[in-house]
């Protein structure tokens, strides 16, 4: 018949136009994907375990836990460390670092606070206050860390045994506005000379001293302080750490730890 051979004419000229005829175009950002490997698909994805609580998230180009610098560094709590090989991780930055004191004298990088205090000091505070702590010797981890507070568990303030650990692990060398130490693993850290508060001499004045040229940082034990020195870069030496006790009343840096 010949409304059969029209109609067969007609089919088949559809089917030509529609396999010359591409597909609308979808922006890859919109287009679905469809069967295959659903953990293909989100291969990119990140957990929400990776960015929450007290997960460790690596950051920069390191391949394990024992990056050579700072750049190569995992966070805690948002917070970066390095390990050293030492018994505990080692904060990148000091205590603070991104507020410094409410006076509005640079003390950065950190704030510098009184032995026991979770708030930072400025050059204006009470000369011989600090908190009450009570018997207690070693505040490490306690509600008197600031370390702690501030930052979260696990971070809290080094103890003694652990500063003495880093000191004689570790090779210092002078670095502008500070020391660089670095451990047999090539991972380091760098602890700047922020000065410290105390009373001037031979007067009731409480005032930030020596930034640039000084840094004291506390350890658990107020019996036991970091203490940094720096000379100029012509003389030898360059620098000068030590260890001895401060009064707990005076200003002073904290560089956090973390468990291994």
Known sequence: MLW?????????????????????????????????NKNEQNKDDTSPDD?????????????DNNGPAEGDQYR???????????????????LDASNPAKDGKPQSPGSLFK??????????????????????VDIAGSGNDAAAALWG??????????????LSACEITREYGG???????????????????????GSSVYDLLDPGVTGR????????????T?????????????VFPVPRYCGCSIRPVCPR
């Open 179 to 201: 020391c660089r130490l670095t451990a047999d693993n090539g991972a380091s850290i760098f602890l700047p000379a922020a000065g410290y508060c105390d009373l001037l001499t």
């Open 51 to 63: 960015n929450e609580g007290n997960e460790e998230n690596k950051e920069g180009s390191g391949n």
């Open 115 to 136: 032995w026991g205090a979770i708030a930072p000091v400025s050059s204006s505070g009470v000369a011989t206050s600090f908190p009450d702590t009570g018997d207690m």
């Open 230 to 242: 720096l000379s100029d870069m012509n003389e030898t030496p360059a620098f000068d750490i030590s």
């Open 4 to 36: 059969i051979k029209w109609l067969s004419i007609i089919m088949m000229v559809v089917l030509l136009v529609g396999c010359d005829s591409e597909p609308n175009y979808i922006p890859a950002s919109e287009r679905e994907v469809s069967g295959g």
């Open 217 to 228: 940082y506390w350890s658990s034990t107020a019996t036991i302080s970091m203490n940094i």
């Open 76 to 94: 805690i709590n948002g917070h970066g460390y390095v390990d050293m090989g030492l018994s505990v991780r080692w904060a990148t930055a000091n």
């Open 153 to 166: 568990a696990p971070w809290r303030i080094p103890t003694s045994d652990e500063i003495n650990e880093l």
